[in-house]
C-alpha cells in the first residue's frame, strides 16, 4: 500500500496551500488555536470559570495551572483570553526573568525598587481591577525570583483581590513560595495531565482532517504513522501533544512517513532541546545535577541527606527547594526508603536521562 501526500499538479494548487508550504502548516502547529479543542473540555471550563466570577462578583479564586509541555496549557489559556476584552494583564516568565521584571511589566513602569513598583500596582488595581496571568514562571532565572514574585503577589492580592492564574510546566512550585503566601493566595490547582496514545492520534488526526477540509491538501497518513508518533511523543516528551504535531508537520512538508525519518527528526531535535535546555539552567541546579550524576554512578538511589551533607554550606531547606525544582523539570523523582520510611532519597526518573545529562555535561566542562 502506498502512502503519500496527494498534489492535484494537473489543477492549479490552492496559494493559500502553497503559501503554508514555504514555512510550516499552522495547523499543524501548537500556535494554532482549533475551534474546539480536544480532550480539555472541563479544563477550559474551570479557566473560565475565573473570568466569568470576576466579571460578575469582581472577585474569583487564584487558580495555578501546572502540567508538562505540550498537554495544552498554552492553547487553552490562548482560547479563552481570545474570548475576553480587557480584563486582564498577561506576562510571560519567558521574556521578564526576574520578580522586579514581573512587576514592571505588571504596572507598567519602570521603577527602581520593588517596594515602588509594588505600592503602584497596589494603587492602580484598586482603581482599576483586572485579572493577573503570569505564564512560564519556571522560566524565572532563579529559584529566590519565583520566591519574592509570589511575596509580591500575595500583598498585591490581600491589597486589591485583584484574582491571579499562574502557569508552569513545573511539579510542586508552590513549594519554592513561603507559606504565608501559600496560605494566604490559597492556589486552586489546575493539572494538565499528559496526553495519552489515543488522545495524541486523535488530535492529530483531527488537525489532518482540518487540512484537508481547509485546503483540499488530501494529506494521506500511513497505517503506521499515527501509533508511531503517539508511541515516541509518550516515550520522548512524557504525553506532549507538541511533539506529535511538529512531527506530523516535518513530515507532512517532507512527504516523508517513514519510521526511519521520524527517527530522524526527534533524534535531531532531542540533541537540540536537551543542550540548550541544561545551558540556560540556574548554576546552582547544574551543581546539584553533577552531584547526583557523581553519586549515581556508586549508587542509582541517593539519600536527600547525602545531598545536604555534600553540597555545601546550603541549609537542608535551600537543598529541599533546589530537588524540588530539579523534580519539577521532570529529571529526577523522590522515593521513601522501603527500610526506614523517614529516609527520603531521590534517583533519575530513568537510565536514558541520567546518561544524556551526563554527555551533555561533560560537553559543558
Sequence with gaps: MAYRCRRNYTNRVPTTWQEMQEEKVKELTEFYIPERILYRDEHINNIREVFTRFKKHGTAKNLLIQGFSGTGKTVCINKILTEQENSFIYISGAQQVTANQVLRSIVDLNFSTRERLLSEAIRKFRKSPTIIIIDEINKLKRVEEVRWLFNDLNTLYRETGCPIILITNKRNVLGLADHDAVRTLFFRILEFKPYNALEIRGIIQDRIDLVNKKYDAGISLPEHFLPLVAAISIKEAEGSARLGLFLTNDCVLAEEFSEEHVRKVIKELNSGEWVEFIRNMPSIEKQF??????????DRIIPIASLVKLGGDYPPQRVSQIVNALQGYGLIERIKSKID?????????????????????ELES
Excluded: C, G, Y
Design 289 to 298: 545535577l553533577k552531584l547526583i550524576l557523581e553519586l549515581a554512578s556508586k
Design 341 to 361: 520510611k523517614r529516609i527520603v532519597n531521590v534517583k533519575f526518573v530513568s537510565d536514558d536521562i541520567a546518561e544524556k545529562i551526563d554527555k551533555i555535561m
